[in-house]
């Protein structure tokens, strides 16, 4: 690992920022670690824009962390602005800035939009923030939102869908059910294993949506028969 020096001030600062895009990730990620370890709000566009195209999983965490050692009142307008970015990337990293920060007047920024991106990696943040940000007596209106994303996307988005209802707690439930009426099967299976792992969390994901499948295909009724005929 490349040793950076951090005694020397304005030149060791561009050395830092310089360092946040070096090639080797092991250098990206000591640069973050050292800006974090050392905040100054100088450093926040360095940052921000590091988090837009940093392709290391490891980098994006330590740079997130970094942020979250800024004064609150310095970041948390700088994320406002990234939600609105054309990159994807910097959308979904603002968002997770977001859900460390935790400030919930952050709230009001988790968009429809955004919670139906067309990226499922941003909308998949967007749903984890909200559920961390949304107010009590606004929950139900977030429940209603995330059903209409059932379905959606491979197993990795549909099981973060699913732990986001899951989350939400009893408030799901109604929406849930009438979601797993739906004449689409995936939105019904979906839903359908939702609920199975609101009533227990313990159940694994993929066990869960089988059982959710073989309801839709053979009908709720069918579905209690063969299981009492099995027992």
């Not at 060791?12 to 360092?19: E, I, K, P």
């Not at 920024?109 to 909308?123: F, G, S």
């Not at 869960?208 to 027992?231: F, I, N, Q, S, Y």
């Amino acid at each position: 690992m490349v040793s950076i020096n951090t005694t020397d001030g304005t030149s060791q600062n561009a050395r830092l920022v310089d360092a946040l895009s070096a090639v080797d990730s092991s250098v990206r990620l000591q640069a973050a670690l050292v800006v974090g370890s050392n905040p100054e709000v100088g450093f926040l566009e360095a940052l921000v824009e590091r988090c837009a195209v940093e392709p290391d999983f490891f980098v994006r965490d330590m740079l997130t962390w970094a942020l979250t050692r800024l004064p609150p009142e310095i970041t948390l307008p700088r994320m406002r602005r990234e939600l609105d970015s054309e990159r994807a990337r910097a959308r979904s990293q603002a968002l997770h800035t977001l859900s460390k920060i935790g400030d919930r007047s952050a709230w009001a920024w988790i968009t429809r939009d955004l919670l139906r991106d067309a990226e499922d990696e941003v909308a998949r943040t967007a749903w984890r923030v909200a559920v961390v940000l949304v107010p009590e007596d606004e929950k139900k209106g977030l429940v209603d939102e995330l059903v209409t994303q059932l379905g959606r996307g491979d197993r990795s988005t549909q099981l973060s869908l699913s732990r986001a209802l899951v989350d939400l707690g009893d408030v799901s439930e109604l929406a849930l059910a009438r979601a797993a009426a739906s004449s689409d099967p995936a939105v019904a299976a979906h839903a359908g294993a939702t609920e199975v792992l609101r009533r227990n969390p313990e159940t694994g994901f993929d066990a869960a949506v089988d059982e959710a499948k073989r309801v839709v295909a053979l009908g709720p009724e069918r579905a209690a028969t063969a299981e009492t005929a099995e027992c």
